[in-house]
């Protein structure tokens, strides 16, 4: 199977672009940054999916599947552009996946859709609706391209379409919102909370990824690892200390108070915990993660 990846040089890219390659699919990729030690069966463009040279690709390779992971999800994001590279991207890579023959897309999207609230339930499933998306304009951007990739559902009817949202990847590359956040010299927790924390190791995200594009998945899928942890477990077992704060402290800011400013995670996220029922992928796919929580955290901690 010809699979094209978006967002192919980031830590889940690259790791889904090798398990496919591995698989004996004819792998290509796109990203604006640059992949220089990837594999010679993976060919990698260094390419903007939201740009016109990009549907190039698209054209001349004619994907049978496409796998869409060029989201990115930064507190520090400020333009008006940036606030909306997520939506305009989506749009981008489906329009082009069905102008150019595409008959399976995976959307890669983030567990953190639904949001985190004293109100939520325990266990999200798929029909949730998002909520606490307005304090957050870039999450808010992360829900639109959710949501847009959901209209393909009935805008591309012949397509088999797959969104995935997956609990927070974590491992050796030391990448990602919740690896930022673990990295913090002193890692901010919100006094007298300790909210249960999902995590799944970034290889197996990537079998998740992969499975869902070889089976041809059609809808909307939760994709987690392990049972969750405490966050102040995770803490403790990425060989951090916690620094308990009051909640109004941390949403004046941590650059106030001495400490470096708080990427990828609000306030609320260290006090509501984001955990999904991930039980209709698994039997779609068969997916069972290789590695427990605690071993996913320290992978993360050693760097291997």
Request: hydrophobic residues 45%.
């Amino acid at each position: 199977m010809r699979v094209l990846v978006a967002g192919i040089a980031g830590k889940l890219g690259r790791l889904t672009a090798l398990r496919l390659a591995a698989a004996g699919h004819e792998v290509e990729g796109l990203d604006r940054r640059p992949w220089r030690d990837a594999p010679r069966e993976v060919r990698v463009h260094a390419l903007d999916v939201r740009k016109r040279p990009a549907e190039d690709v698209f054209r001349r390779f004619r994907p049978e599947a496409v796998v869409h992971l060029a989201t990115v999800a930064q507190l520090s994001l400020r333009t008006e552009d940036q606030l909306r590279q997520n939506l305009a991207g989506t749009r981008a890579v489906f329009d082009a996946a069905h102008r150019h023959g595409a008959s399976r897309v995976v959307f890669v999207g983030r567990h953190t859709y639904y949001g985190a609230a004293p109100d939520s339930p325990l266990y999200h499933t798929e029909d949730e609706p998002p909520v606490e998306v307005g304090s957050l304009p870039q999450l808010a951007d992360l829900v639109a391209a959710d949501l847009y990739a959901a209209s393909a559902f009935w805008r591309f009817p012949g397509m088999r379409v797959a969104i995935l949202r997956v609990a927070y990847a974590l491992g050796p590359s030391r990448r990602g919102l919740l690896a930022s956040y673990l990295s913090l010299p002193r890692v901010p927790t919100v006094l007298g909370y300790d909210p249960l924390v999902q995590v799944v190791h970034e290889e197996d995200a990537a079998e998740a990824v992969a499975l869902a594009a070889e089976k041809g998945l059609h809808g909307v899928f939760n994709v987690a690892g392990p049972p969750p942890l405490p966050l102040s477990k995770v803490i403790s077992a990425a060989g951090r200390k916690a620094l308990p704060l009051p909640a109004p402290l941390l949403r004046l800011g941590l650059a106030r108070v001495g400490l470096a400013p708080l990427p990828g995670l609000a306030a609320a996220h260290l006090q509501y915990p984001v955990v999904v029922d991930d039980r209709p992928f698994r039997r779609a796919t068969g997916f069972e993660p290789r590695y427990d929580a605690l071993a996913t955290v320290e992978s993360f901690r050693h760097g291997v």
